[in-house]
């Protein structure tokens, strides 16, 4: 009897279990509703992209009028007779989607309109529109608005090389395609390379070294197709070229460098060898400090932008991966990754073997298209 009463005693608690996990006073809120107004760009906005890497478009909404908390934006891009079933393009919104605003570059617009078929320079019209959720639950705002969008000069996407190289008398192989500079593609449709050109002589890009190849060029910032171009001073520049957009950029580097953090300046230059290298050997003596010996560094970079017409900017190679540790014969290649970005005295440095204090080292900087940004430092 004992047994029976405990038995029935255990299926009346799991039963109570169940009930009160199944209680709706356990469940979220999940009210919701939709967006009433879309604020900005206004219906029929027209907008012509520019290639600009600062060029953006502000997008604006009106908060959901919610109960139970926030509800999550996303905002939504379609065909003019889409109905927004399958966008062809969706992204949060600020702070993880809980803002009613998000900022779209110029270039992220040209790709959207470029996926109605638009091309380049053309005119197109989209639409946008936003969804608010909460939980498992979404809802599309009853109100779109229309963007009448010139796209920019950039090019098909049949006419994008995969492959670039940097040829033409004034390149460091001359014009032979053999020799030609291999450009690094840091994106789709995206390239960059640092090279060496001879001032007044012509060159050009070309898709492949052998076969059929396409040829490009660059004029007053814009990628174009065929021709040539010319660099007015001699020396090492840093090339970019986006297909997607037409925008090219050509860069003088003046100055390679590289900083000793503990002392807060230059202990010596780095000239350029070749193909993207830039090379020295050098002495470094570590700092004494009260804790120890302080072997902290980075690099240094010089430019004048606008094909060297530009006034001089500092900027600094420094750590891709943060660090705080010396290396050692075992340290991963990626502890040597560098990473473009503005100067300061203690961020983003790396710090020196042991073996290099008062020691002679060759100090190699690599800006090469088949591998990672990086340097390295060896013995003589």
């Not at 078929?117 to 019209?125: L, Q, R, Y």
Request: include cysteine.
């Amino acid at each position: 009897m004992k047994k029976i009463f405990l038995r029935m005693t255990f299926i009346a608690f799991v039963i109570f279990l169940f009930v009160g996990c199944n209680d709706t006073m356990g469940e979220p809120d999940n009210s919701l509703t939709d967006v009433k107004t879309l604020i900005e760009p206004m219906d029929q906005n027209e907008i012509v992209l520019l290639p600009t890497a600062s060029a953006s478009v502000y997008f604006e909404w009106e908060h959901a009028d919610m109960d139970g908390g926030p509800a999550l934006y996303q905002i939504a891009f379609d065909k003019v007779d889409g109905d927004f079933s399958n966008p062809l393009y969706m992204a949060y919104s600020g702070n993880n989607g809980l803002n009613n605003n998000i900022t779209l570059s110029h270039k992220q617009l040209n790709k959207i309109v470029g996926m109605t078929g638009v091309g380049p320079s053309a005119k197109g019209t989209i639409k946008w529109t936003v969804f608010s959720s909460k939980g498992l639950r979404s809802i599309k705002s009853a109100k779109e608005n229309q963007l009448i969008i010139t796209r920019l000069a950039g090019f098909a996407e049949e006419d994008i090389p995969v492959d670039l190289f940097v040829t033409g008398e004034a390149s460091e192989g001359g014009t032979d395609l053999a020799k030609a500079h291999q450009m690094k593609a840091i994106s789709t449709g995206e390239f960059e390379v640092y090279t060496k050109l001879k001032a007044g002589e012509p060159f050009y890009f070309v898709s492949a070294t052998s076969g059929t190849s396409k040829r490009f060029s660059i004029e007053e910032g814009l990628v174009k197709k065929e021709g040539s171009s010319t660099v007015a001073t001699d020396g090492v520049y840093r090339i970019t070229l986006d297909f997607n957009t037409g925008a090219s950029t050509t860069t003088l580097i003046t100055r390679v460098a590289f900083y000793f953090s503990p002392e807060g300046k230059i202990l010596f230059d780095i000239p350029y060898k070749g193909y993207g290298v830039y090379q020295t050997t050098a002495t470094v003596t570590f700092k004494q400090e009260g804790w120890g010996r302080d072997e902290r560094y980075k690099f240094r970079m010089f430019v004048k932008e606008n094909g060297g017409a530009g006034e001089e900017k500092e900027f600094e190679w420094g750590t891709l991966n943060q660090t705080d540790s010396r290396p050692t014969a075992t340290s991963p290649a990626s502890y040597y990754y560098i990473k473009l970005m503005n100067p300061t005295q203690w961020d983003n440095k790396w710090k020196l073997m042991g073996d290099f204090d008062g020691n002679p080292g060759i100090y190699t900087i690599y800006l090469q298209a088949d591998k990672p940004y990086t340097h390295s430092i060896t013995k003589p």
